[in-house]
Structures are given as structure tokens and as C-alpha cells.
């Protein structure tokens, strides 16, 4: 059975941090790229980072670079987005979803932002930023 199981979330003051963790199992680690959405109530699903754990590639939203890092440990099959500098519109609910990358990840630059190619989803941790 396929699961990924976020955690990490809470409450913060602005400019404080946070790592969130994505545990996954079920597949083959290797085989597939995580990626981090948030989502804030009234608002769509945004794209946040992304990882393909075969080569470490990685991708930020703009709101992301800069303050948030992205890094997967497959002996674990754990991935982690450590957030730093939060601000209040950082304030969602973060999921962390999973793809089957191709050979060449740099196929999914144009591509990663799209959620509906996600295959896996895990359940969603809150992520509270108070200013």
C-alpha cells in the first residue's frame, strides 16, 4: 500500500521555522520525484518544492527560494522542506505528493507545478505563521 505521511507542521511567529517531513513507503523510492503544495483556505493549491530522489534535482516557487530547502533521504524515503523566515501568507495546509519522474527529470521543469500529475498524496499538515 502506498502511503505518505506529513508531519512537521504547528504554530509559528513570523520569522521563525519549521521543517516539514514527507515519510513515504510502498514504492520504490528512486522511482519517483515529492513535491510540496500548500494551501490556504479560499485560495488554490500552490506548488511550493519539489525533489526528484534519483538525482536530487530540485525546484522552488518563487515564494520559496531563498527561505525554504528541499532534501530527501532515501535510505529513509523521507523527504524535508525546511522553512525559514516564515511570513503570514506562508500560513496553509502542507501536502507532500508524489510522481513517477522520467529518465530525464529535467523534463518535469516546464511541469512540476502541475498538481493534478501527482499520483500520491499524503494527508496534509497545518502550517500556522502568527505576526
Known amino acids: 500500500e502506498v502511503q505518505l505521511q506529513a508531519s512537521g507542521g504547528g504554530l509559528v511567529q513570523a520569522g521563525g521555522s519549521l521543517t516539514l517531513s514527507c515519510a513515504a513507503s510502498g514504492f520504490t523510492f528512486d522511482d519517483y520525484a515529492i513535491a510540496w503544495f500548500r494551501q490556504a483556505p479560499g485560495k488554490e493549491r500552490e506548488a511550493v518544492s519539489f525533489i526528484a530522489n534519483s538525482d536530487g534535482t530540485t525546484y522552488y516557487a518563487d515564494s520559496a527560494k531563498g527561505r525554504f530547502t528541499i532534501a530527501s533521504d532515501n535510505a529513509k524515503n523521507t523527504v524535508a522542506l525546511r522553512m525559514n523566515s516564515l511570513k503570514s501568507e506562508d500560513t496553509a495546509v502542507y501536502y507532500c505528493?508524489?510522481?513517477?519522474?522520467?529518465?530525464?527529470?529535467?523534463?518535469?521543469?516546464?511541469?512540476?507545478?502541475?498538481?493534478?500529475?501527482?499520483?500520491?498524496w499524503g494527508q496534509g499538515t497545518q502550517v500556522t505563521v502568527s505576526s
Open positions: 505528493a508524489a510522481l513517477r519522474r522520467p529518465v530525464d527529470t529535467s523534463q518535469l521543469l516546464p511541469l512540476w507545478k502541475i498538481w493534478t500529475l501527482y499520483r500520491y
